[in-house]
């Protein structure tokens, strides 16, 4: 069997946490936020969080790239304008205590048969990233303001 050596897929690493900053919302008080920390080390947070400067993460279906997400706190992840299909893995992503004690949850590849339905130019879509209850109850934690950055997905 032949072997074929892949150096166009990316696995996006993204590592959540939890940081105090004030919410524009209740009038500048100061509030849990879902942070993400980028590869190069920017960092954004919030519901707004497109606002902020940081990396544009593009995946592609035909190179099967991924994202991968893990935290010291659990969390789940949801892309609620995702085309029905485009993942494997039905959402949301809920993520799994590790042997390393932290938390970590992987998007999976792409559908392939999904390329057909995207622009060339790719579909840009939010991802909402939020602290859980706890390790045991996977709900949305009122105390901490989630994460929406956007990502992109191309043929």
Same mark, same amino acid.
């Given at each position: 069997?032949?072997?074929?050596? #892949?150096? /166009? =897929?990316? %696995?996006?690493?993204?590592?959540?946490?939890? +940081?105090?900053?004030?919410?524009?919302?209740?009038?500048?008080?100061?509030?849990?936020?879902?942070?993400?920390?980028?590869? !190069?080390? @920017?960092? #954004?947070?919030?519901?707004?969080?497109?606002?902020?400067?940081?990396?544009?993460?593009?995946?592609? #279906?035909? %190179? @099967?790239?991924?994202?991968?997400?893990?935290?010291?706190?659990?969390?789940?992840?949801? #892309?609620?304008? +995702?085309?029905?299909?485009?993942?494997?893995?039905?959402?949301?992503?809920?993520?799994?205590?590790?042997?390393?004690?932290? =938390? =970590?949850? !992987?998007?999976?590849?792409? !559908?392939?048969?999904? +390329? @057909?339905?995207?622009?060339?130019?790719?579909?840009?879509?939010?991802?909402?990233?939020?602290?859980?209850?706890?390790?045991? !109850?996977?709900?949305? /934690?009122?105390? +901490?303001?989630?994460?929406?950055?956007?990502?992109?997905? %191309?043929?």
């Amino acid at each position: 069997m032949a072997s074929k050596r #892949i150096t /166009d =897929h990316v %696995e996006h690493r993204l590592v959540l946490g939890l +940081a105090d900053y004030p919410d524009p919302a209740s009038g500048g008080a100061i509030k849990k936020h879902v942070e993400c920390t980028y590869s !190069n080390g @920017q960092k #954004i947070h919030g519901p707004k969080a497109h606002s902020f400067p940081h990396p544009e993460i593009v995946l592609s #279906i035909s %190179e @099967q790239d991924t994202i991968h997400w893990s935290s010291t706190e659990p969390f789940h992840i949801t #892309i609620p304008t +995702a085309p029905s299909g485009l993942f494997f893995r039905p959402l949301p992503w809920v993520s799994k205590r590790g042997k390393d004690g932290l =938390h =970590h949850v !992987n998007s999976g590849p792409m !559908n392939p048969d999904a +390329a @057909q339905f995207m622009p060339p130019k790719g579909h840009s879509m939010d991802f909402k990233a939020f602290k859980c209850v706890s390790d045991t !109850n996977p709900a949305a /934690d009122p105390t +901490a303001i989630h994460l929406d950055p956007h990502i992109i997905v %191309e043929p």
